[in-house]
């Protein structure tokens, strides 16, 4: 960050803490700290993560994880958005198109973070939709890959696992999945 890019942006966090109720999140001493550090983006980085967890610890203590599991689920979408528009052409050696095809397991794991707050009727949307996703990345192919050892660099690397097969179709069709859900997500209603 340079000067008051930096501080304007720190600001916005902040009101962004107000308007969801967690401004406990950002002390005093840490604006202060803010202040002190712009042009210093290691110390940024590491303030950065400082007010995360305590964003995360603010909400989980003020009875606000339904929301926080809604900043999470945006979040994820918006990282998905961006990598799938960042892909020109299908390749399924593309390093991108892998890490979406590895994102099935995420997919899981929010769902059932959804699932404790479904009493909540906006995650329960976000959960509905969620679930489209989730139909379309069952039909991935999972493959057991057995255990191979290699060297690299003088060390040795221990292989094996799961690997998940994409189609250009399925890519496709997942890329569109997350549009939809995003442009639900940003979108004016």
């Known amino acids: 960050f340079k000067g008051t890019e930096g501080l304007k942006y720190f600001v916005n966090v902040k009101k962004l803490g ?90 899981d794991n929010l769902i059932g973070y959804l699932d404790k707050y479904k009493a909540d009727e906006n995650v329960a949307a976000v959960s509905g939709q969620l679930g489209e996703l989730k139909v379309i990345y069952d039909g991935l192919k999972e493959e057991a890959s057995t255990g191979t050892m290699s060297a690299k660099n003088g060390k040795k690397v221990l292989g094996g696992g799961t690997s998940i097969t994409i189609t250009e179709d399925q890519y496709k069709a997942i890329s569109e999945k997350v549009k939809s859900i995003h442009d639900s997500f940003t979108m004016a209603k």
């Open 18 to 107: 107000d308007d969801l109720g967690i401004s406990g999140a950002i002390s005093e001493s840490t604006a202060d700290r803010i202040k002190q550090n712009i042009g210093k983006n290691d110390s940024l980085t590491d303030i950065s993560n400082t007010l995360y967890y305590s964003a995360i610890a603010e909400m989980e203590k003020s009875d606000k994880a339904s929301l926080l599991s809604l900043v999470i689920t945006g979040g994820w979408i918006e990282s998905m958005n961006i990598v799938t528009n960042l892909v020109k052409k299908f390749d399924v050696k593309n390093p991108a198109i892998e890490r979406i095809a590895e994102q099935k397991y995420t997919l």
